[in-house]
């Protein structure tokens, strides 16, 4: 079972309907979660990132983290075409060896116009 | 700020020979920087970890003597990738961390490898 789990996707929404993704982690001791997106042959850039467990806000994007349950969540508002891209989720322990980010698989959003 | 490049964005190469990456913060320096590969529709596997003038460390399963790391300083760092075969061939991306937050590790636009 690997660490962390994301639906691969395609997820397929009209333009301005709401995007909504979630990751799964097994690692109790996750304690940094982040957000990133990934264009076609492109390397991440940061979305959102999160320590606590809750909501947190920014623009069109919502981060939640839910510890008990192990679950994260990204929603994106308002959804662009320019949102299609592949969402991977990434986590990080307190202290981590090498300061290691783990990812999870990544999901394929296609925002059709 | 906080920009990550790399060199060269896309190459081809015939299988045996060795093709080099580079990797450099723009406008930071890294502590440590980062090598990823990933494949079509993939997500991003850890290949190695490196700290200016440290020897890398590898990820269990890569290979150190086939994947040579070269943290020669704050800002640069390189992946050579030697005798190069076919399967190889990949999507090489290197992240660069600045300061201490793990909210702050840049990635750089990767490199396409094709070995022919």
């Known amino acids: 079972q690997k660490e962390v789990e994301q639906d691969p996707g395609p997820l397929s929404v009209p333009e301005g309907a709401i995007v909504s993704l979630n990751c799964t982690y097994s690692?109790?001791?996750?304690?940094?979660f982040m957000w990133y997106r990934q264009y076609s042959r492109k390397g991440p850039e940061l979305l959102m990132y999160t320590y606590s467990s809750g909501n947190k806000e920014d623009g069109r994007f919502t981060a939640q983290v839910d510890k008990s349950s192990k679950y994260i969540s990204l929603f994106i508002r308002d959804s662009q075409p320019s949102d299609s891209a592949t969402y991977l989720c990434a986590m990080r322990i307190l202290r981590a060896a090498g300061n290691k980010l783990t990812f999870g698989g990544g999901t394929r959003v296609l925002v059709k116009p | 700020g906080a920009v990550v490049s790399q060199h060269p964005s896309w190459v081809i190469c015939k299988s045996g020979t060795s093709v080099k990456i580079e990797c450099r913060s723009l406008d930071f320096q890294a502590t440590t920087m980062f090598w990823y590969r990933q494949f079509p529709k993939q997500s991003l596997m850890l290949m190695a970890t490196s700290n200016e003038g440290s020897k890398a460390t590898y990820e269990q399963g890569v290979e150190k003597d086939k994947f040579l790391i070269n943290h020669a300083s704050l800002t640069l760092s390189t992946l050579t990738v030697t005798s190069a075969h076919p399967e190889d061939s990949s999507f090489y991306i290197c992240s660069a961390r600045r300061g201490e937050s793990p909210y702050e590790q840049y990635f750089g636009p990767g490199t396409r490898l094709t070995v022919t």
């Open positions: 690692n109790s001791a996750f304690q940094y």
